[in-house]
């Protein structure tokens, strides 16, 4: 189920649409979004499998709230969440289709720590840990530069960390956007501050800059 919002997110203006259903959700200012996620939710294909067939190793049901972007970009936004369960998460998220995403994750760890985390999905999907962080909230940036994609994290928004560069089986268009997820817990809350969006092609990968 999709449909379109319309928001006074100024910061980010592209017409908005909603995949999966939010528990609630709201616009607290033109650069700044809360999403609730409901319980089990989450974008996810597990790559050792499931009770026999694909429908059952996948679970696409967490609210994304996402536009379609063309070319070169980075979407940056400050990321606070009420973490409660494990994999509890705020994302940002790049989306080709049910088979090909990636999204950047400020997620609470099995170690009840919160953690930044990259899963790429082509078919399937990876999970690969960062760095845990002292507080409840960090900087994350989703970018594109030609063919590949980038993902970055930052615990002040201004010194940036290199998490992932990886690829997508994507044109010219793809989706991008924010995620909230509770994939074992009764519900999540994550806050989108101070997000601002550029189409200026990313200059290294590596510091960030």
């Known amino acids: 189920m999709s449909w379109v919002e319309s928001s006074s997110l100024t910061a980010y203006p592209f017409p908005l649409t909603w995949y999966g259903s939010p528990a609630q959700s709201r616009f607290l200012g ?21 009770e026999g067939t694909l429908d059952a190793e ?3 049901n967490a609210p994304r709230l996402l536009a379609r972007v063309s070319g070169d970009f980075q979407l940056v936004s400050h990321v606070a969440v009420e973490f409660a369960a494990t994999f509890d998460a705020g994302v940002l998220l790049i989306w080709v289709g049910d088979d090909q995403w990636g999204k950047l994750c400020f997620e609470y760890s099995p170690q009840g720590k919160p953690m930044v985390v990259s899963v790429v999905t082509k078919g399937v999907s990876d999970d690969a840990n960062s760095f845990v962080t002292p507080n409840r909230d960090v900087w994350l940036r989703a970018s594109r530069v030609g063919r590949a994609f980038a993902f970055h994290a930052s615990l002040d928004g201004h010194r940036w960390e290199f998490i992932r560069h990886f690829a997508l089986d994507a044109g010219e268009t793809v989706e991008l956007g924010f995620e909230a997820q509770s994939p074992t817990g009764d519900g999540c809350t994550a806050r989108f501050e101070e997000i601002a969006f550029s189409d200026r092609r990313l200059g290294d990968l590596r510091s960030g800059d």
Do not use: C
């Open 30 to 50: 033109p650069a700044a979004l809360e999403i609730t996620a409901g319980s089990k939710t989450d974008v996810f294909v597990n790559p050792q499998g499931g």
């Open 58 to 60: 996948r679970t696409l």
